[in-house]
């Protein structure tokens, strides 16, 4: 029985073998490939662009006139933010493939060049975009081939990618097909009413742009305010009353939309400061959160007016004042709110000569002070900086003072975190770590030998538990590296004898053995890397 399954398993692995020859054998042999249906082909051996080394690409065409008319085959483009501390602007990139085989993308103000292909070894349709240049310099290390793929799309054919890598590599994706002239704008939405004085707004404005093949798009709000956007806007006309036509254009064509916009004249201004901040402490800056500022528009509308537009007169906080107008500015007309600008005195405990116990500090001026303690009251001057989120208040001895004696001065406690909203205060030891030129930098950076240097470089001291907090943020980083050390303090001498916690590392390769542990601390509250041996 064994013997009778065995053959039958070899007859029946014999017959698969021949079934697999035979379908090979009748498969399509490369003379049989359909057509292909593109007008336009390129290989590599056929593309008149390909056997160009990469310095020749920039100055074999000018550019700016082929892509305005030179015939086009294929067209790509996408877009890129890098969202940077914030900024989420996009910058667009469009790249034409022509029909003599040549490629040419802008990028923002940046330029990529090379050639493109869209037959293969068996005469089958792959595109591929060969970028060989990019700027002044060879692409990506000379690997060129970005291979096109197949996608599925109402407007789109094919998608890849492009290197870009002006500040480290980035990857865009890029989206295209054949490409088709552009046909009619149509303009929805918008703004259809503004003053004078108004900038041109495309709030809620949407460009639907449709091509000759019957495909269309939408081009909507957040690509308007590019400076590289698709289309362009002109007409509009902040200094003149009366009806303003403004004129869409499709950037290289001739093919422009339309639509109105009333701008109207300006009868006054007003201002409701009720829920907004008018008691200011000395030194405080303006707060305009909760001002509501109207214009009176000649169509009888209020409409409302943002502060970041209008001019502020008037605003002091150098010095207390029971009643202070604070004039707000716009074109030609103006309104006013008061302000009442007050002494803040902070109250905590601090040490002083013979003692500690209660001190007051009460600020007179953007610049002076009077601290009250152990029964008498000194006139003295401050500085502040700020230190993350608290404001750090360093007072200073004017040279001709006679209101406290050397002695009190030298046993004053000099440094301050004050609390405007509970009006306290604490004794502070914060030393901020100095900038350096850019050649002595990494030399004095906290944590030696990465690159990249810091900023926000400060050192916290806790006399009570004796414990350091050195803190500093990489520039380009959005973390922060903290380690909280034992110290021990001896005269102006700082030294972080052991490491309690690390709070945080944002930077690469950051560890406590590789921090600089050793500070002299000056009277002005500046910490500087110390070397014992140097001395």
Known sequence: MKKRLLLLCCLMTVALAVCALFAVGCGPT???VPEITETVRYSEKTNPYAELTWQEYKDIDDWGKKQKEAPIYYQFEGSYSEAYQGNYSRTFLYMNCYEDGSLHATFGNEN?????TNVDRRGRTNVVLHIVRYNDREYNGGVYESVCEAM????YEYSSTIIWDSFGTRTVLISGGHYSPVKSLTVSGGQTKAMVGDDFSTDGLKVTVTREDGKSTDIDEQSFPQNDCRVKFSGYDSTTEGNHEITVTYINTDVTATYNCEVFGLGGIS?????????YYIGD?????????????????KVSLAAKRCKFEGFDTSKAAESLAVKIKFADFETTYNIKVVEPTFKGNANYAGGSGEIALTLVGDKDCEVAFDGKTAKLNYTTRTVGEQ???NLSR????????DAEWKGLHKQYICDKAALTLSMAMVYTIPDYPQSDREENEPMPGIGGNTEQRVIFLDSETKEATISYKYWYAAHTDTFICKYTLEGDILTFTDLVKVVQVGGNGSQYGNLHKTWRLTDDFIAYKYTPEAE
């Open 398 to 405: 004017p040279a001709d003072d006679t209101t406290i004696t």
């Open 152 to 155: 599925t799309h109402e407007y």
């Open 112 to 116: 990529y060049y090379g050639f493109w």
């Open 285 to 301: 800056t303006l707060d305009t959160k909760g001002l509501a500022i109207k214009a009176d528009r000649n169509d009888g509308e």
């Open 271 to 279: 201002v409701d400061a009720s829920e907004a901040k008018t008691t």
């Open 391 to 393: 404001i750090v208040y």
């Open 30 to 32: 490369e003379e049989e």
